[in-house]
């Protein structure tokens, strides 16, 4: 059973930063499609960042510049590091991996803009 574990999150002032870090246990993150996923209050939850099995990483077009994905394989986790953070990216922070069918998602970590 794969598990994801978000961490990381918590609450920071506009313009702060955050680094979210999501741990996977019970297959190598190579393995998967992992990926970035957030849900404001009263919104859809919506991708973030994605790092494919094959491919380049995906960031959304209105948050490149200030969030990006990466992975570190031997610890097979993968970050999200946020830079100029708003109010509009508070929101629950979710891991999910994902191939073919087979879908695992994480917890969630929340993080918290101040204005």
């Known amino acids: 059973q794969v598990q994801l574990v978000e961490s990381g999150g918590g609450l920071v002032q506009s313009g702060g930063s955050l680094r979210l870090s999501c741990a996977v246990s019970?297959?190598?993150?190579?393995?998967?499609?992992i990926g970035w996923y957030r849900q404001a209050p009263g919104k859809q939850r919506e991708l973030v960042a994605e790092?494919?099995?094959?491919?380049?990483?995906y960031t959304d077009e209105n948050l490149k510049g200030r969030f990006s994905m990466s992975g570190d394989y031997a610890k097979n986790t993968v970050y999200l590091q946020m830079h100029n953070l708003s109010t509009e990216d508070t929101a629950t922070y979710y891991c999910?991996?994902?191939?073919?069918?087979?879908?695992?998602w994480g917890q969630g970590t929340q993080v918290t803009v101040s204005s």
């Open positions: 999910r991996a994902h191939f073919g069918i087979t879908i695992y």
């Open positions: 019970g297959s190598v993150i190579n393995n998967y499609n």
């Open positions: 790092i494919p099995t094959h491919g380049d990483t």
